[in-house]
């Protein structure tokens, strides 16, 4: 199995611009995370989905975050529009039956705002 | 109060020695817990599950204590691999599921 994967490793864009990050979880996996990471705050987890459905998006700094999940294979978290506090490393992890099993994280993406 | 808080570290420690890192937790309703261990610039990855009973894992051991709502890492025989940021992970699901990571201790291991 390949893991979890996400795109772009990593991305530079300049503030106000719409940023899109994606995921495909393990295959068979019925939860996805998205979380994101900074020293200030360490990970936080700011959606859950569990069988494409989003079940708890309080974690979502504002209006200007978005996450689908249109099938089981994808998801995509976008920023529009992006603002420099938003740089941070943001991890996709997925589970099977839920959080209180492991989650996989992907390698994450690197998010440098100007 | 954090809901998950983490002893701040780093711990700087030779090989061979035993460290111990704790992690204290406030919602009494949180179910299951895990520690995990990132590498710099890494994802998390699972270390080990943290059940009632305690469990052990090669050199590494991990405890609940639901009274005093903490668990606990200890690491034997530390290998310069086990140089790396540890982080707890604190589950409820009571009243609509919530996961929390603590900050994480750093744990240096010199030669």
């Known amino acids: 199995d390949a893991g979890v994967i996400q795109s772009p490793r990593h991305e530079v864009t300049e503030m106000g611009q719409e940023v899109t990050l994606r995921c495909k979880p393990i295959?068979?996996?019925?939860?996805l995370f998205w979380y994101r990471q900074t020293m200030m705050r360490g990970l936080e987890l700011l959606i859950y989905f569990n069988n494409n459905v989003p079940i708890d998006d309080s974690g979502m700094p504002e209006d200007r975050f978005s996450a689908k999940m249109p099938n089981a294979s994808f998801s995509t978290l976008k920023i529009q529009p992006s603002e420099p506090r938003d740089s941070a490393v943001y991890f996709c992890a997925s589970s099977f039956k839920g959080a209180s099993n492991e989650q996989f994280f992907g390698p994450g993406t690197r998010l440098t705002v100007l | 109060r954090k809901e998950v808080e983490q002893d701040p570290g780093p711990f700087n420690v030779p090989e061979g020695a035993t460290v111990a890192f704790n992690c204290t937790y406030s919602n009494s309703a949180s179910q299951s817990f895990f520690w995990y261990r990132q590498d710099c610039r890494k994802e998390p990855k699972l270390l080990m599950s943290?059940?009632?009973s305690g469990n052990e894992d090669g050199r590494f051991t991990a405890q609940l204590n639901r009274a005093s709502q903490y668990i606990s890492l200890l690491i034997r025989d530390s290998k310069l691999s086990d140089s790396a940021t540890y982080l707890c992970v604190v589950n409820t699901l009571t009243g609509g599921f919530k996961t929390i990571f603590g900050a994480g201790t750093r744990l240096f291991v010199k030669a």
């Open positions: 295959s068979g996996h019925n939860s």
């Open positions: 943290v059940y009632s």
